[in-house]
Nanobody
Framework: QVQLVESGGGLVQPGESLRLSCAAS???????MSWYRQAPGKERELVAAITSDSNTRNYTDSVKGRFTISRDNAKKTVYLQMNSLKPEDTAVYYC?????????WGKGTLVTVSL
């Protein structure tokens, strides 16, 4: 079955960096992969997405220039490098894939940006 397992979250101070990882299994990984986040009291939002060949990457405006999505198809892993973190980046970050018409989500990893 499709599984997505996120890791790499934690508590950091403003301006610091984190790299999130999402290990995928149960499908070929030749799919468009996405990172979403959900802050307390807010709806889940798309943060970044990447095509299977890494040629196209899209970002929500608030993270452009600070976050970078990448993938290693041999390892079936997608990454989110987050630099210059801000308190408003605090959220649970989720990995997402649409496979055979269904949405799949990981359990998420918590990122807290605070002094």
């Amino acid at each position: 079955q499709v599984q997505l397992v996120e890791s790499g979250g934690g508590l950091v101070q403003p301006g610091e960096s984190l790299r999130l990882s999402c290990a995928a299994s149960g499908f070929s990984f030749s799919n468009y992969m996405s990172w979403y986040r959900q802050a307390p009291g807010k709806e889940r939002e798309l943060v970044a997405a990447i095509t299977s060949d890494s040629n196209t990457r899209n970002y929500t405006d608030s993270v452009k220039g600070r976050f970078t999505i990448s993938r290693d198809n041999a390892k079936k892993t997608v990454y989110l490098q987050m630099n210059s973190l801000k308190p408003e980046d605090t959220a649970v970050y989720y990995c997402n894939v649409r496979f055979r018409g269904r949405e799949y989500w990981g359990k998420g990893t918590l990122v807290t940006v605070s002094l």
